[in-house]
């Protein structure tokens, strides 16, 4: 370990320097030219650069002053304060870790397929709105809550949130984020899955490449195991290759014998995830889902990267509006309700995402070396997703509108032919001919692309154009398609096997209150029984998804959507409330003002969805007009049979229950907040915090991605003072650049 | 960009790698474990990785939407 007697914190110099001030002046522009294109444009087309040009312009302004104003002034971190992780090591969990190393471990868990699958179906109200609410939800809500959520739990050793909310709130709003936590990880579950069905019904060459992800999976996992332990990186060169060669050989399949094995019906996919999802979480991690980590994680990352480089390469015009008729009269095929609050609803990840509170309260805070460090690992972290988030817009929008629609209405409105297709997306008001639609399917080499719903067919087919606009050309449109097919699916998977872990504990925890041989984790009866009932509980939606006539994305997603954003209150509930305990009352609207947000969006979401009188938008009055020509024996449009009636009928009961038992929830948890704010405003003193002692911290390390000027000289100093220039604590190097003896050693 | 700059890059990159594989973290630990026990015999790296990896087997992560 270093030794560093005193710290002081880093003193920001050169505030006036000219120099900073053009700059910061320049990127100001450049964010502000590009929202003044976006958002004048109209009838002329746009190109997508003007829509990174406006986030990255944002992120920058709002990273650099916003987000450093939150850290110093609300948070108040203080690098001369031990983290947990430097004051608990125990080389498991508390671990001082790099930040630009922890970044990347805390990216890869807060991103998936969210921020890809929300904006796509958002697009369906233009590419404003979507964008508007990526980028300013991300820098005033989403980034906020991420990095507050970080810094408190990094104060209380790492405390999850729940344990926070237990803590801070009381136990009421304690078994009320529980509640949350666990429902919005059952629909999350059901909903991602459903996206992989509708990315792989009835495509073999889709169904061949993710299946083959399991055998590579476990050859990888056997190998790191028994064959070269710990060796990872030469494990996932070994994986990636195979699994590119897995998707050239779906190609194979596909145009073979073996084709028709591997053309699924929706219905036995579901059969098929359920059981991988339950043999996935009872295994042993090694065997399965730690290889898999490893190559969703890696191909994440790169693809990613590669549309980023590759939209700006092919500069692609967008051909959507920027906004669409289906903003103000909320008759959208893909999901009903107008633009307030839906838009805000379907795009969670990306902008707001209350899932990302739990990551932000789980690994990472038991990892950080600096308190200021919170800045680039929570909020910098979020703003990259955001990121992606808008590239997905920009890959939805870039479709002509026409095939956008064929692809994305439910079923039931398309009906099953390119010709139902084209006439449905005619009376929607936009045109594509059968033809085009079977071009475009056989230009990807999938038999059809009618109803294609789920968001992952869509961006699938956009990114396979701008891959294929530098890379390799038509010819490879199939192979890019079938690779964003792939890259989707797998990192849902992933997300399945583990969520569906974390659920398990969850359950085996809470009934081990009650029944103390159920909390033993290795306890088999009780680990499968767990298992099977958290698989079936999503099990159950997947299946009602699939098989509801009037589309399951359209019904499920703002359900999804909903119950992250039910999480996000809760998170950003216990935010404020730790504000105002730490006597910040004058800073509390830093997470206060989302808050409110957050709420009303939600609740009028939640309100809508419970009582509208409009039966495509009110979940009981669907009930009630479905259920009513049920009586008289009538089959109403898109269902086909009695069965499919009755169908309707019981989904509308269950989501609609639902959509009530969320917004009850966030009603209890704020309800029981405001008492405790009363309490604490009402006494003028303050209270006791449940922070983990002060210690003096004995790392040097920096605080963003590259090291300032203030910092290098600390270093050197420290550096001179122990004989070792260039080596942190742990033998981390200190500098951007990794030192001989530290990186050096085997 | 000289030469000694994409020297540098690239040994900052696979120094990065490693890291966040996880896969130097047995070096880690045995220097830890040199450092404060010099005595004590140091695991072999398949004991150490399989003993890590078991462990996440009762610690559920968290993957995000």
Redesign the interface.
Known sequence: MTTAPTTTPVEPRGRRDPRTIAIWTAVALVGAIAWAVLALSRGENVNAVWLIAAALGSYAIAYRFYARWIARRVLGVDDRRATPAERLNNDIDYQPTDRRVLFGHHFAAIAGAGPLVGPVLAAQMGYLPGTIWIIAGVIFAGAVQDMVTLFFSMRRDGKSLGQMAREEIGPIGGVAALVAVFSIMIILLAVLALVVVGALARSPWGTFSIAMTIPIAFLMGFYLRVIRPGRVLETTVIGVTLLLLAIVAGGWVDGSSWAEAFTLSPKTLVICLMIYGFFASVLPVWMLLAPRDYLSTFMKIGTIGLLAVGILITAPVLQNEAVTKFAGSGAGPVFAGSLFPFVFITIACGALSGFHSLIASGTTPKMIQKESQVRFIGYGAMLMESFVAVMAMAAASILDPGLYYAMNAPAGVLGATAQSAAEAVTNLGFTITPDALEVAAASVEESTLVARTGGAPTLAVGMSEIFSGFLGGASLKAFWYHFAIMFEALFILTTVDAGTRVGRFMLQDTIGNVWKPMRNVSWRPGVWAASAVVVGAWGYFLWTGVTNPLGGINQLFPLFGIANQLLAAVALTVCTTLLIKAGKVRYAWVTGVPLAWDAVVTLTASWQKVFSGDPKLGFFSQRERYANALDEGQVLAPAKSLDDMQAVVTNSTVDGILAGFFAILIVIVIADAIRVWYRVLAARRPVELHEAPYEESRIVAGSGLLPTAEEREQRQLVGAGVGRPGVGGDGMPVDDVPDDDAAGRR | MTGGELR??V??L??????????S?????V??ARAEHPDAPVPS??E???GR?????????????
Do not use: N
């Not at chain 2, 990065?16 to 996880?22: D, F, H, N, W």
């Not at chain 2, 973290?25 to 630990?29: G, I, L, S, T």
């Not at chain 2, 462990?55 to 992560?61: N, V």
């Open positions: 540098r890059g040994r900052w696979g120094w990065y790698l490693r890291e966040v594989s996880g896969e973290a047995y070096d880690r630990y220097a830890h790296r398949r150490f990785e399989r990896m078991d462990e996440r087997d009762s610690r559920p992560e968290s993957r995000c939407c």
